[in-house]
């Protein structure tokens, strides 16, 4: 069995419901629109930043709730030449519904099916001795050398080698490779504040991977790409991009960096727009506690909405009286309590709003609409989690021109 051979136990993931091309929306609750011609853009205009270097789109966590087979075929489309997914079983399953690009996958315990994963023709992350010993041993098995990138911790403290274990594997990599059972084809760290380009562990760590660079040249390693690069590395520090730059979060049309600058400063549009319906309206009076423990209470009378969506759909519960929403063009925070499946918004006597109406939750900045950001930045943390935790009850549409 060659490699490309999908193996006939490969795992699936759990990812979200999709709906069909042209499908209405009409009776449902809510619905995420994905504007894959907005991330094929934002990789083109990434790789146009990247320089010379080629571009390795991050689609993990199911393309960052994106969705994650239609991000890999819109990602490739707009230039990128690699995809990487942390998990490897997420990995097999892009790799079973038809994703051909050269993929790295890093995350995977002792003892996984590694055969699968060659036979797969996946590209193997090798970050402790005992990962390249498990690497080796299952490329013996296929009788192929194992294509790997090896990981090196710079600093950031958490995966990849380091010290003694990283000269180690250096020299146990180069013998390897010259058995013909490995083929290091990279070498790759990961920032830890490269959202702070100020921050002077960001220059330490270029340092030291530099220097790693150099020790695996002595050992008789000259990977053909090296990538340190994550999104707020792409566009603020071209110093960092080497062969191969590895951006995530910015190829979503989010920024890595929106201290420095939204979607629009670095010429992106935001791939996300979740939409809901009220499927309440009705009268309140003033003095009224709203939703679970009465942590909001109506100041006049006023119009009440009931919107669908709550954090089992991964609205965070602490957006309680923080989280931005808007219908009809006027902008709202949610009033009251998050609960698991609805939440409450305060519309305002005057409020023209209807059952059935629109409620948007998450969208553009050009177009000042809420945005993940004003999420995260309401509840004090990054965009990234707004959109990843986005639940499978919110079903995907992929509308062509979106």
Known sequence: MDRSTPHPQTPTVATSSVLPEGASTVGLSAWADIDLGAISANVAELSRRAGDADVMTVIKGDAYGHGLVPVAHAAVAGGATYLAVAQLTEALAARAAGVTAPILTWLFPPGADLVAALRA???????????????????????????????????????????????????????LQAEGVLDVEGIFSHFASADAPGDPSVRAQQEVFAAVLADAERAGLRPRIRHLANSAALLTNPSSHYDMVRPGVS????????????????????????????????????????????????????????????????????????????????????????????????????????????????????????????????????????????????????????
């Not at 498990?134 to 990981?151: Q, V, W, Y």
């Not at 939440?343 to 629109?358: F, I, K, N, R």
């Not at 935790?389 to 919110?394: E, K």
């Open 121 to 175: 023709d996946l590209t193997l992350s090798a970050g402790a001795p005992w990962a390249l010993a498990e690497i080796a041993a299952a490329a013996r098995a296929t009788g192929s050398p194992a294509r790997i990138h090896l990981k090196v911790d710079t600093g950031l403290g958490r995966g990849g080698a380091w010290r003694e274990d990283l000269a180690g594997m250096l020299v146990d990599a180069a013998r």
């Open 251 to 402: 190829i979503y049309g989010l920024s890595p960096v929106p201290d420095i600058g939204g979607p629009t400063h670095f010429g992106l549009r935001e791939a996300m727009r979740v939409t809901a319906r009220l499927i309440a309206v009705k009268d309140c009076p003033a003095g009224q506690g709203i939703s679970y423990a009465h942590l909001y209470t109506t100041s006049q009378d006023t119009r009440l909405g009931l919107v669908p969506l709550g954090y089992a759909d991964g609205i965070p519960r602490h957006a309680s009286n923080l989280g931005p929403m808007q219908v009809h063009g006027r902008r709202y925070t949610v009033a009251g309590r998050v609960c698991m499946d609805q939440m409450v918004l305060d519309l305002g006597a005057d409020s023209p709003a209807q059952v059935g109406d629109e409620v948007v939750l998450i969208g553009r900045e050009a177009d000042g609409e809420p945005t993940a950001q004003d999420w995260a930045a309401a509840i004090g943390t990054i965009n990234y989690e707004i959109v990843t935790r986005l639940g499978p009850r919110v079903p995907r549409r992929y509308p062509e021109g979106a």
